[in-house]
């Protein structure tokens, strides 16, 4: 059973409407009931609990994190509100080993750019349009039980160039009704950690219910699950 720690703002749920409509309780809360699921002894797969950008520390203090297997970030308007005292914490536990999963404009996030290394900027239209991912490594766990395509009938449109180091592995590609292109589902290793940009989930839209999005998420978090491997050791040696 994997330690999860759900992160999100908590802005948009609470200023706007149109996105309360959508996720009443906030996204992390819909993110942790699709991560929480039981099987049919009823036991659920993962340990998870969320944490939110407006609590002590944004929610995620040394301990915290410490007793973390796998993160996952939602950001949006407010990546410049986060502490980089926070950030280089989250940073330095990927680097030991926790997961990072970054969800939609997460890119932009203070952990993810130091991760990276880049500005993680892309081209984007929030028009509402169709989107299809489609699976582009049928054979990465990411992508065990789903079929060759999602179609998600309303989204915002992320468009290339994305500025981002090319991925380890690319699982996801989508298309766009605009006929733009995106590297939606990108696998990388930063130190001991395994981290996955997942690029669905903006916020007026209903993605984090979609059932194959959902799937995702869960196998993305068993993916970066960390695993033992033999001791790392650095510095003189005798």
């Given amino acids: 059973m994997a330690a999860v720690t759900i992160w999100n703002e908590f802005r948009h ?15 992390h809360e819909t993110i942790a009931d699709a ?7 009823g036991e659920s797969d993962h340990d ?15 301990d915290v994190l410490e007793r973390t297997d796998v993160l996952l970030w939602w950001g949006h308007e407010a990546h410049d509100e986060v502490s980089d005292a926070v950030a280089q914490r989250v940073q330095k536990r990927v680097l030991e080993g926790m997961g990072l999963i970054v969800l939609h404009s997460g ?16 081209q984007y239209r929030e028009d509402g349009a169709k989107e299809r991912l489609w699976v582009v490594d049928p054979g990465h766990p990411i992508a065990d039980g789903l079929e060759e395509c999602i179609d998600l009938p309303r989204t915002e449109m992320y468009g290339e160039p994305f500025d981002v180091p090319e991925p380890d592995r690319l699982v996801f590609n989508s298309w766009f009704e605009g ?7 990108c696998c990388y290793r930063r130190g001991s950690g395994r981290i996955f940009y997942f690029r669905p ?11 194959d999005v959902r799937r995702v998420l869960r196998n993305a978090v068993e993916w970066a699950t960390p695993t033992e491997g033999a001791p790392r050791t650095f510095g003189e040696r005798d």
Avoid: Q, W
């Fill in 35 to 41: 991560l929480s699921e039981r099987d049919r002894d």
């Fill in 107 to 122: 890119h932009y996030s203070k952990p993810f750019k130091r991760l990276m290394g880049t500005t993680c900027s892309l």
């Fill in 179 to 185: 006929g733009e292109v995106f590297r939606s589902g």
């Fill in 201 to 211: 989930g903006h916020e007026t839209y209903p993605i984090y219910e979609n059932d």
């Fill in 13 to 27: 749920e609470r200023e706007d409407d149109e996105v309360a409509a959508v996720y009443p309780d906030g996204m």
């Fill in 48 to 62: 998870v609990r969320t944490a939110t950008l407006d609590e002590p520390e944004h929610g995620l203090s040394e």
